[in-house]
């Protein structure tokens, strides 16, 4: 196994293992001090450098969203770093799943992600091919999954999640929900899920009253 991929694996284990306590850091002098926040001492750790292209297709806005979604997922996951796309070579999106790998190893990317989207009425296909440059000139892992295109959050999901699997050997997070408690008044907690990511809120409890220990069932 290489460095590169034992360091995905640690930084992505160490976001669900108990942590050791760390010393509150000293607030500055005349300045507004956070309410929270953590300093990680990596020791010289560089996250994977990633690029992720806007993918074909015929339907161009669902393609946007598709990155989008593809990229916010990497960048919480913390072990990516996404390039930006106008750091991308010219003409890259002609192609396709054809690249010119120099090129993007040039800008400094040490993997690619390319897609396609083919929509139909209600439903699509989204294709993905990943590339890890160290490893080849071909892609390491590709992906086409066929669902409703209202279903493309969904999809990306499922597709970031094979990408964090190759890397660590660990599936990723990604679509999972968590459970949280929020104060609407000072005599009112409404227990609610959302994804990992902010979205699809869902209150749970209808009560007007504490709810602060939820007890969960499989």
């Given at each position: 196994?290489?460095?590169?991929?034992?360091?995905?694996?640690?930084?992505?284990?160490?976001?669900?293992?108990?942590?050791?306590?760390?010393?509150?850091?000293?607030?500055?002098?005349?300045?507004?001090?956070?309410?929270?926040?953590?300093?990680?001492?990596?020791?010289?750790?560089?996250p994977?450098?990633?690029?992720?292209?806007?993918?074909?297709?015929?339907?161009?806005?669902?393609?946007?969203?598709?990155?989008?979604?593809?990229?916010?997922?990497?960048?919480?996951?913390?072990?990516?770093?996404?390039?930006?796309?106008?750091?991308?070579?010219?003409?890259w999106?002609?192609?396709?799943?054809?690249?010119?790998?120099?090129?993007?190893?040039?800008?400094?990317?040490?993997?690619?992600?390319?897609?396609?989207?083919?929509?139909?009425?209600?439903?699509?296909a989204?294709?993905?091919?990943?590339?890890?440059?160290?490893?080849?000139?071909?892609?390491?892992?590709?992906?086409?999954?066929n669902?409703?295109?209202?279903?493309?959050?969904?999809?990306?999901?499922?597709?970031?999640?094979?990408?964090?699997?190759?890397?660590?050997?660990?599936?990723?997070?990604?679509?999972?929900?968590?459970?949280?408690?929020?104060?609407?008044?000072?005599?009112?907690?409404?227990?609610?899920?959302?994804?990992?990511?902010?979205?699809?809120?869902?209150?749970?409890?209808?009560?007007?009253?504490?709810?602060i220990?939820?007890?969960?069932?499989?």
């Open positions: 196994m290489r460095t590169s991929r034992i360091a995905l694996a640690c930084l992505t284990l160490g976001l669900f293992l108990p942590q050791p306590a760390l010393a509150a850091p000293e607030e500055p002098d005349g300045g507004e001090q956070d309410l929270f926040s953590i300093t990680v001492d990596a020791k010289g750790y560089q994977y450098r990633i690029a992720v292209g806007e993918p074909f297709g015929n339907d161009l806005p669902l393609g946007k969203f598709v990155r989008e979604i593809t990229v916010n997922n990497l960048r919480i996951a913390t072990a990516f770093k996404v390039l930006k796309d106008t750091t991308y070579p010219r003409a999106r002609d192609q396709a799943f054809n690249p010119e790998v120099a090129k993007w190893r040039h800008i400094g990317a040490q993997g690619l992600i390319l897609g396609e989207v083919k929509v139909s009425g209600e439903q699509a989204f294709t993905f091919k990943l590339w890890d440059f160290e490893r080849g000139l071909t892609p390491e892992l590709e992906r086409t999954y669902a409703p295109r209202k279903n493309a959050r969904y999809v990306v999901h499922q597709w970031c999640n094979a990408v964090m699997q190759h890397f660590t050997r660990v599936p990723g997070a990604f679509g999972t929900r968590i459970a949280f408690v929020a104060s609407p008044t000072p005599t009112l907690k409404v227990v609610h899920t959302m994804d990992h990511d902010g979205h699809d809120l869902l209150r749970i409890s209808q009560e007007k009253s504490l709810n220990l939820p007890s969960w069932s499989p």
